[in-house]
């Protein structure tokens, strides 16, 4: 995490000065407020970082000598087949259409976003899928 901390501690430093640098060349004061904001989230970032590495110990990613198998491995899972999300992604445009022609439409896009999500979450609990 120190690493990270001191990567984010430089970024909050280098947003810093181009914001300072903006505002001097250009006069704008929303990029430059952007960028000063922008320098001030690093700086949050960072600094969590970096306090918390004084708790936690050497992270595997940081050990020059550490290996591979030291990290975790899992990330979680992932399907590798689902059709669910173009589903939602549909569903999502009969919304969106929806509320710009006519409410008819949104409201049977809403039914339909209802569906789907239902079929996205409950994918892996019922049917050939189901983890018994």
Do not use: N, Q
Not at 53 to 81: K, L, M, T
Not at 92 to 112: D, E, K, P, R, S
């Amino acid at each position: 995490m120190k690493i990270s901390g001191f990567l984010f501690a430089g970024g909050a430093v280098f947003y810093g000065l181009v914001a300072v640098v903006y505002w001097f060349i250009t006069a704008e004061v929303a990029g430059a407020t952007a960028l000063a904001l922008t320098g001030c989230l690093a700086f949050l970032v960072g600094f969590y970082f970096l306090y918390t590495s004084r708790r936690h110990g050497v992270r595997p990613d940081e050990d020059p000598h550490g290996a591979i198998e030291d990290a975790e491995p899992d990330y979680g899972f992932f399907s590798p087949h689902s059709w669910w999300p173009l589903a939602l992604g549909v569903a999502v445009v009969i919304v969106t259409l929806g509320v710009i022609f006519a409410a008819w439409l949104a409201i049977l896009g809403v039914g339909l976003l209802v569906a789907a999500l239902i079929g996205f979450v409950f994918e892996y609990y019922r049917g050939p899928f189901a983890d018994v």
